[in-house]
């Protein structure tokens, strides 16, 4: 079994950038305005614009509301040192500093162009 996650976005150019250029994730496929999918090992992130779901759809935003509540998106990755000097070489600001967590493993935290609260692990085992 595969998780792959499809996320209603904002704008789909700048989450796509977000995914590669900053966390560094491979396109699989790519329209700016549509379906997009990306790649990073195992995990697979598609993009679609949220304008193209109804108004009713349970995960348009409605008003002001925040996408990606009660969620977190945890990447686990070989190498955590690199994954985080890349996100700061992107200039890409960090919500939870790199650091030892209480349970024993060692991640930080972003939150991607949409709200969603991306927390990056060292991969476990």
């Excluded at 993009?47 to 009713?56: K, S």
């Excluded at 500093?97 to 709200?115: A, H, M, Q, S, Y």
Aim: hydrophobic letters at 40%.
């Amino acid at each position: 079994m595969r998780l792959r996650l499809e996320l209603f976005v904002k704008s789909v150019p700048e989450s796509a950038d977000f995914y590669t250029r900053v966390l560094g994730f491979e396109t699989v496929s790519y329209q700016p305005d549509n379906y997009s999918v990306f790649r990073l090992g195992e995990i697979q992130i598609a993009l679609q614009d949220r304008a193209q779901l109804p108004d009713d759809h349970p995960l348009k935003p409605q008003h002001d509301e925040r996408s990606g509540l009660a969620v977190e998106i945890v990447l686990e990755v070989d190498d955590l040192d690199a994954t985080y000097a890349r996100v700061q070489n992107a200039n890409w600001p960090i919500a939870d500093e790199l650091g030892k967590r209480p349970w024993g493993t060692r991640d930080f935290r972003v939150i991607d162009p949409n709200g969603l609260y991306i927390r990056v692990n060292e991969l476990t085992q």
